[in-house]
C-alpha cells in the first residue's frame, strides 16, 4: 500500500490526467470493491471499454449520436446579466470586481442534462457485448430518462430503480421514463434515495448478470465505471475549452460545476487540470448545512474515505462505518458517496470542494430565473450558489465558466413548493 | 498457509464422522443483544458446525430482504463492530471448539481500521472471514494481514467463476470455499441441485479445502440434496426469517424466538445426518 502511494503522489508532479491505474486506483481511492459474481463481468467489461476506446468506429457512432441525436456541442454562453449583477454586487461592498461569467449549457442537450453523453457512449458498450437487458439507478431521474431514452433508440426492454422519496419528489421524470418505455421499480429499502436506488440496481444486476448491462448515472462504482463515465462526460470540458479559446482567446481562469456523483463535473474539470492557471471548485449540497448531523451531502466536505458501491471514497458515514442517508433539496445530489477521482483530487488539493446549502441553491435558482431566463435544475443551482459567493470577488477580467448540467423543469413543483407558491 | 484453525479441526474431525457440516448464519445482535446472545450459545447444542455472525451494515448490498431486514433490526438495537466482537469473545468462554465465521461487508470494518479489527477479531477468539466485497485483487489490504493473524479468509465462488478466474479466487482461500448456488442475492430463488453439483465437483477438482453450499437453502429435504457432494450447507435467510416470524407486535424478541431458530437448526441438522 505504501509503495502504490507513493506511485500516485510522485503521478501528481506531472500530471492530474493519468488515473486510473490498472486496477482502477487514483491514489488511495477507486478499486473494484464488489462481490464475486460481478468480478468477471467487470473484467469482461474494462476489456470490452478498452477495445472500445482503440476502435475509431466506436469514436465515429458516438459523435455522430451526439451531434445529430444529443444535440452537442452545447453552446458556451455569456451570462451577461448575472456578470452585471455581480458586479453591482462587488461595488456595493467597496469593490470593483465581478468576474465575467460563461455557463456551459448542458441542459440544452437532448433530454435536458449531461447524463445523455454517459448513457450515449454505455449503451454502445452494452452492445458491443451483446448485453439484450439495461439496468440503471437514478436519484432525479435526469439519468433514468436519459436511460430509457438510448433504450427506447435502441430498442433494449430497461428497468430503472429510484428510491421511492425521489419517485414523489421527481413526478415529472417518472412519467418521462413510464412513456419512454422504461419500467420504473421504487425502492423503499432505507431513505427511499439514490444511495438505496444503487443497492437494488447491484442486487438486480447480481442476479441477472448474464444477459444484463448495468449503466452506471455516475463516475463512481467499481472500475472502469469512474474512468469510462468520466471519458464519455469530458465532451464537456473538451468543448468549453475549444469554444473559450475561440471567444476570449485564452483558457478560462476558474471553473464551477456542481458535485452529486460527481460526472458532470469531472467532464468539465478533467481537460483542464494540468492547467495550473485553471481554478476549480466542485460544490457540494450542504444541505440544511454541514453542522446539521446527517443534515447535508457533503461527502468530502463533511464525510471521510470509506468503501461503498464498489469502490473506496469518501462517504456520508457514522463512526461504525454505517452509512449515512444525508439530505439535499436536490435529488440528483442527495447521495452520500462521491466519485473516487474526485475524491483524489480533493486528496491532492488540485480542487476545491465547497458546500452550498438547501437555501442558497434555492436563491441562486430565482436569481438565474430572473436574470438570464434560463430555470437551472437544482442541481446547477449548487453550482451558482457558489458563484453567487465567489464571483463579486474574482477580478473583472477574470474567465469563469460554470456547467449548467441540467434543465430546472423537473424541479418547477417541488420549488414552488419550498416556495409556498400556489399553482 | 495458516496454521490449524478451529474451522480445520472441526472439518477433519467431521470427515471421521462422515458427515457433512452445518454452517449456520445469523446476525450479530438481531433482534437484540441479549436474545442473540442466548441465541449464539444455543445453535452449537441444535447441531450447528460452524457459526457465521453477520456484522450488521446499513446498506447489505449482495443481501436479499430477509437478510436486509436483520441487519436493519440489529443496527435499531444498538449493534455495533465493538460489541459484535464482544459477543464472540463471551461466547469463547463456554464454547472453545466452535468455529466462528464473521461475515459482511467491508466498510464497517475498513473504518475500525483494518488492523484493529484484525488484532482484536482474532483475540475474540474469530476464527474466519467473508468479505463480501473484497476481491482477491485487494487481497493485500485485507486477506494477507488476516492470514498473519492465523484467520482463515473464506471466499465465495459463484456460476460465474469460470476455469480461467477460478485460481485467482482459490489462492489465498483457506479454512473452506463457499460456493454460492445461484446468480443472486441471499434467500433468493432455489438453486438447481444438478447445477451445483457439478459446479461443486469442478471446485473441488482444484482445491483441497472443503467446499460449502449457501444462498437459497431453506429446508432439511433441501440442505441434504445440495450437501451431496460437498462438505456441508449454509442456512441463513430461513434462520433470520424464523427470527423475524417469532417476533412480537413491536418486533421484540419473545419467548418464541430462541426456540423458532433452535428448533429450525435442530431439523436441518437431522437431515444432514448420514443415513
Redesign the interface.
Known amino acids: 500500500m505504501a509503495g502504490k502511494d507513493k506511485k500516485s503522489s510522485d503521478a501528481k508532479l506531472n500530471s492530474y490526467r493519468t488515473g486510473p491505474d490498472e486496477q482502477g486506483h487514483f491514489g488511495l481511492f477507486g478499486g473494484r470493491f464488489v462481490a464475486e459474481t460481478l468480478m468477471p463481468l467487470i473484467l469482461d467489461l474494462e476489456k470490452a471499454y478498452n477495445d472500445a476506446k482503440a476502435d475509431p468506429a466506436f469514436h465515429a457512432e458516438l459523435t455522430d449520436l451526439l451531434t445529430h441525436y444529443g444535440g452537442r456541442p452545447s453552446p458556451l454562453y455569456y451570462a451577461e446579466r448575472l456578470t452585471e449583477h455581480f458586479r453591482e454586487v462587488a461595488a456595493a461592498q467597496g469593490g470593483k470586481g465581478g468576474a465575467k461569467i460563461y455557463f456551459k449549457r448542458d441542459e440544452l442537450n437532448h433530454t435536458g442534462s449531461h447524463k445523455i453523453n454517459n448513457t450515449l457512449g454505455q449503451i454502445l458498450l452494452a452492445r458491443r457485448m451483446g448485453k439484450t437487458r439495461i439496468i440503471a439507478e437514478t436519484g432525479a431521474g435526469q439519468h433514468g430518462v436519459a436511460v430509457a431514452t438510448v433504450c427506447a433508440r435502441f430498442g433494449l426492454p430497461c428497468e430503472i430503480f429510484m428510491g421511492a422519496t425521489d419517485v414523489k419528489r421527481q413526478s415529472p421524470n417518472v412519467a418521462r421514463m413510464y412513456m419512454l418505455g422504461a419500467k420504473v421499480n421504487a425502492v423503499t429499502s432505507g431513505a427511499g434515495t439514490l444511495k438505496d436506488a444503487m443497492n437494488e440496481a447491484l442486487r438486480d444486476w447480481v442476479t441477472n448478470v448474464h444477459d444484463t448491462y448495468y449503466i452506471i448515472g455516475t463516475a463512481a462504482g467499481p472500475h472502469p465505471y469512474p474512468e469510462l463515465v468520466r471519458d464519455f462526460q469530458s465532451v464537456i470540458g473538451k468543448e468549453t475549452r475549444e469554444q473559450i479559446l475561440e471567444r476570449e482567446g485564452r483558457l478560462p481562469d476558474t471553473l464551477v460545476a456542481c458535485i452529486g456523483g460527481g460526472s458532470n463535473a469531472i467532464g468539465l474539470f478533467h481537460p483542464f487540470l494540468d492547467d495550473e492557471g485553471v481554478a476549480i471548485y466542485g460544490v457540494e449540497a450542504g444541505g440544511h448545512g454541514l453542522d446539521v448531523e446527517n443534515g447535508h451531502a457533503a461527502s468530502m466536505s463533511g464525510g471521510k474515505p470509506g468503501v461503498l458501491h464498489g469502490n473506496r471514497t469518501y462517504l456520508l458515514q457514522d463512526a461504525d462505518g454505517q452509512i449515512l442517508e444525508g439530505h439535499s433539496i436536490s435529488a440528483g445530489l442527495d447521495y452520500p458517496g462521491v466519485g473516487p477521482e474526485h475524491s483524489w483530487l480533493k486528496a491532492t488539493g488540485r480542487v476545491n470542494y465547497v458546500p452550498i446549502t438547501d437555501k442558497e441553491a434555492l436563491d441562486a435558482f430565482q436569481l438565474c430565473a430572473r436574470q438570464e431566463g434560463i430555470i437551472p435544475a437544482l442541481e446547477p443551482s449548487h453550482a451558482l450558489g457558489y458563484v453567487t459567493k465567489l464571483a463579486p470577488t474574482l477580478p473583472r477580467d477574470n474567465l469563469l465558466v460554470m456547467n449548467m448540467c441540467g434543465r430546472g423543469d423537473k424541479d418547477v413543483f417541488a420549488v414552488a413548493g419550498y416556495l409556498g407558491m400556489t399553482i | 498457509m495458516t496454521k490449524e484453525t478451529r474451522i480445520d479441526r472441526r472439518f477433519a474431525a467431521l470427515k471421521t464422522e462422515g458427515r457433512k457440516a452445518l454452517v449456520c448464519f445469523v446476525t450479530a445482535g438481531d433482534p437484540d443483544a441479549d436474545t442473540f446472545a442466548k441465541l449464539l450459545a444455543e445453535l452449537p447444542k441444535a447441531g450447528a458446525d460452524i457459526i457465521e455472525v453477520g456484522m450488521p451494515?446499513?446498506?447489505?448490498?449482495?443481501d436479499?430482504p430477509a437478510i436486509?431486514a436483520a441487519s436493519l433490526r440489529a443496527?435499531k438495537s444498538g449493534q455495533?463492530?465493538v460489541k459484535t466482537l464482544a459477543m464472540v469473545a463471551n461466547f469463547r468462554k463456554t464454547d472453545p471448539d466452535t468455529p466462528i465465521v464473521l461475515m459482511g461487508?467491508?466498510?464497517?470494518?475498513?473504518?475500525?481500521p483494518v488492523d484493529k479489527f484484525l488484532d482484536e477479531a482474532a483475540a475474540a477468539g474469530v476464527d474466519g472471514l467473508i468479505i463480501?466485497?473484497?476481491?482477491p485483487?485487494?487481497d493485500?489490504?485485507l486477506c494477507l494481514p488476516a492470514m498473519e493473524r492465523g484467520l482463515n479468509f473464506i471466499?465465495?465462488?459463484?456460476?460465474?467463476?469460470?476455469a480461467k478466474?477460478l485460481p485467482t479466487?482459490l489462492t489465498n482461500t483457506s479454512g473452506f470455499v463457499y460456493y454460492?448456488s445461484i446468480?443472486?442475492?441471499t434467500g433468493?430463488a432455489a438453486p438447481v441441485v444438478n447445477d451445483v453439483h457439478s459446479q461443486v465437483a469442478r471446485i473441488k477438482g482444484a482445491t483441497e479445502l472443503p467446499v460449502v453450499v449457501g444462498f437459497g437453502v431453506r429446508t432439511g429435504e433441501q440442505a441434504a440434496a445440495l450437501a451431496k457432494g460437498a462438505d456441508g450447507v449454509v442456512v441463513g435467510s430461513a434462520l433470520v426469517s424464523a427470527i423475524k416470524d417469532s417476533l412480537g407486535p413491536n418486533g421484540d424478541a419473545t419467548a418464541k424466538t430462541v426456540p423458532a431458530v433452535v428448533d429450525l437448526v435442530k431439523s436441518l441438522s437431522q437431515a444432514l445426518k448420514p443415513v
Open positions: 451494515f446499513s446498506d447489505p448490498m449482495a436479499g436486509q443496527l455495533t463492530m461487508y467491508y466498510n464497517p470494518v475498513y473504518v475500525y463480501v466485497d473484497v476481491p485483487e485487494a493485500e489490504e471466499r465465495l465462488t459463484t456460476p460465474t467463476t469460470d478466474r479466487v454460492v446468480t443472486g442475492i433468493a
